[in-house]
Structures are given as structure tokens and as C-alpha cells.
């Protein structure tokens, strides 16, 4: 399996690869994503190249692709939008604190056929690598999903029926911090 960093301009010449990818990984429970999820994800994408701090890792094995993952720097003042409202309704003014600054893991996304061999976790590990925190967020039907970052040893921030799990890692989320 060869991991690799992608730049913005990077990402935007493999998007056709990263939308293959979004459209395999997501087909399933609980996403259920279609065509319409996968046009309004190259959507986001190409906006969020954009934004400051923008990374992107690309997982592939025997030439085509097998899993990938974005992130960027969380502005301040904390954003609306997209699921910003119900991270901050679950987490009030610790986003501002805590979330703020902190790498936000917007997509990670492994292929069916490559799942469970710690490809998730070995492209969460590159696209973290530097930053002093991370977070990211998933449904709490994403069973598999909240497995693996509990099993990477990240925090988990929101308790059960939140209706969204925030999970952090970094030495700014470490317990008691």
C-alpha cells in the first residue's frame, strides 16, 4: 500500500480517483450516499482545497486507489454550516477553546476491498502528523468508524445520544486536559 500527501492542486487533478473512492466508501449503511452525494462532495472539495491549512492524504495499491483523507485548520470564529451547528449545540463554547486552530479530519474514506487491514488508521497517522491536535466527527450508526478512533486511542468528546461523535486526539485533548 503506497501513502502519499496531496497538495490542493493535487487533489483537484485526482478527483475524479477521490470521487470513485467517496462513491464506494459511502455507499453503505448508515451513508447510503448516491450520485447527488458524490456531486455535492466534488463540490466541497473544490472549495475546500482552498481553505487555510488544507491536507489531503491518497492510499493506493496496485495503481488505483484504496482510500484517502482531508483536513484543514478550523477557523475562528467556529463555523456554521455543513455540521459545524450540531457540534457546537453538543459541545458549546468548548469549541471555541478546544476545537478552534485544531486540525479538523473532514473526509476519511477506505475502499470495501481494502478495509481492515489498518489502512484508516495509517492515513489518519500521516494526515495528523504535526499537529498538536485533530479532531473529527461521525455518525454514531458509524459503528466500524467509532471503533477504529476509539481503538487509535482518540477521545471521544460528546456521550451517547448526541446524535454526533466528536472525537480528538493530540496532547491539547489528552484526559484531563
Known sequence: MRLERLTGPDVLARVSDLVE???????????NEDGWGAD???ERLTADVRRPGFA??????DGGPAGFGTAWRTESPFPTGRAYGRVRAVLGDEVETRLVGALEVDE???SPHAR?????GRIL????????????LTSPEAVGAVRLYE???????????AGVVVFASGPAF????
Do not use: I, K, N
Not at 481503538?151 to 445520544?161: D, E, I, Q, S, V
Open 56 to 61: 489531503a492524504v491518497l492510499a493506493s495499491d
Open 21 to 31: 473512492l467517496y462513491r464506494a466508501a459511502f455507499a453503505e449503511p448508515p451513508w
Open 174 to 177: 489528552s484526559q484531563g486536559a
Open 108 to 110: 476519511l474514506a477506505v
Open 125 to 136: 497517522e500521516l494526515l495528523c502528523d504535526g499537529a498538536e491536535a485533530c479532531w473529527l
Open 40 to 42: 455535492a462532495f466534488v
Open 116 to 120: 481492515g487491514q489498518g489502512l484508516g
Open 151 to 161: 481503538r487509535l486511542g482518540w477521545r471521544r468528546m460528546t456521550g451517547p445520544g
